[in-house]
């Protein structure tokens, strides 16, 4: 009995602990700051926690690199039915960087890169793991760094997604993916489109 008691609150003490490990954050204006604000969700939200959208909007701007988190964000907007459009407005800036270690998932995104010359979009590092499903790349120069949606190193998951007219000059090549460092890369259902390499020399991958 004793037994069963300790193996009942254990239980209950791993249930409410994942309770307290996961929670949902939803963005309620398209503010720079403050309460509701993009910023404000992702400056609380903690390993696990997911970030969702309901705001009367269609696109966030970023100003510099987010630096991220073991979180999920999905960009489907309750609001409107439509998928966030993410925009980078600082020229050489990536949207999000992933460290070794972090787990990050993106979904429902469009990341555009339209006038301006930026960076890769995503970029993952030796052992990270990045997750992306229903998301949208286009539009985005790279110019000299490799990749133009994302350059990975450590393991991703990539499936439901567009990747248009992106441009890379990078050495590496890869106008949408640069894959390298014995990366574990899975590409399922996604559709590549007018994506451009243009480095000098030996450079290539168009799409990947």
Request: aromatic share 8%.
């Amino acid at each position: 009995m004793i037994m069963r008691t300790k193996a009942l609150l254990f239980s209950l003490f791993v249930a409410i602990g994942l309770q307290l490990q996961a929670a949902t954050l939803t963005v309620t204006n398209g503010n720079a700051s403050g309460a509701g604000s993009f910023a404000q969700a992702y400056t609380d939200a903690v390993a696990g926690d997911i970030i969702t959208f309901n705001f009367d909007g269609t696109e966030l701007s970023l100003t510099d690199a987010i630096v991220m988190k073991s979180i999920t964000i999905d960009g489907f907007n309750s609001y409107n039915g439509y998928k966030l459009v993410l925009k980078q407005t600082t020229a050489s800036k990536s949207f999000f960087t992933l460290a070794s270690g972090v787990t990050a998932t993106f979904k429902n995104i469009v990341f555009d890169g339209t006038g301006v010359l930026g960076n890769t979009a995503l970029t993952a590092a030796n052992g990270s793991t990045l997750n992306i499903d229903g998301c949208i790349f286009k539009n985005i120069n790279a110019q000299a760094n490799n990749g133009g949606a994302a350059r990975i190193q450590g393991t991703a998951t990539i499936t439901n997604s567009l990747f248009e007219a992106n441009i890379t000059g990078g050495g590496y090549g890869g106008g949408a993916l640069c894959i390298y460092n014995a990366a574990t890369v899975t590409v399922d259902k996604c559709s590549f489109v007018g994506n451009t390499s243009n480095a000098n020399g030996n450079s290539g991958g168009g799409a990947i």
